[in-house]
């Protein structure tokens, strides 16, 4: 299910994309519903909401319908100073690009945090992107700098410790604004909005990157978001408020499936989806 909320007006919306690609509107949320947030990350059938200037944070889930229920509020200052909050199920993953330290906790089926681990500063290198990426055992994660190129591979345990899989040196991947992880293919996808070129990969059991797919400049359009949503990428343009929905191939190929006219969508600046799962 895809939730869309806007941080000037603090609404919001809900639907999905059914099998087709078709986009099913399920709620509408008017301005001031929700709080004031910087980052709004879905995952394991929960969202989690946080505000990096004031460190407070908030869950809540949506049900069958699309409706939000709140689970909990947690008061400013709660929270360290993140740059980016990665989850995976019930874990999720706190970065700071500025420091360079990071931190684990866990939600629980009501909402609620449990703080597992903290990191020091410099204990990981300057990613501008972290993504969940799967994983058989534990909760797996790519690491990406758009600024050197770089990237690297690591484990967070069910204790939310941290274990470094591989590094990529600079240069070895492109230059990408958008990195989503799609669980259907359990595949990478990498998008650059100015360009509007593509690539798919995936890791491999040690943590190792295979490329699949390159897709070249001007295949793609220009979108400001991109979410994976039950095993469906959705594609997002808040300037002229269209989208559009396609698929990954096992193979790495992207097949299109549907493509939503300018203004058919409200303004948003964050798009996100839940998954079913745990909590």
Known sequence: MLFFYDRQTRGAGSGRLDADGDFVNLK?????????WTHVVPGGGQLFFYNKDTRAAGTGRLDDSGDFVNLKDFPAGQFGSWTQVVPDGSLVFFY????????????DAGGGFHHLKD??????GSWTRIVFAGGDLFARYFFYS????AAATGEVRDDGGFVNLRDFPAGQFGSWSHIVFDEGSSQLFFYRQDTRAAGTGRLDADGDFVNLKDFPAGQFGSWTAVASTHRRLFFYDRN??????GELRQDGAFHNLKDFPAGQFGDWTHIGATQAGTP
């Open 28 to 36: 509408d949320f008017p301005a001031g519903q929700f709080g004031s």
């Open 96 to 107: 700071s690009k500025d420091t360079r330290a990071a931190g684990t906790g866990a939600l």
């Open 119 to 124: 990191f020091p500063a410099g204990q990981f």
């Open 146 to 149: 758009g600024d050197t190129r």
């Open 240 to 245: 002229t408020r269209s989208a559009a929905s």
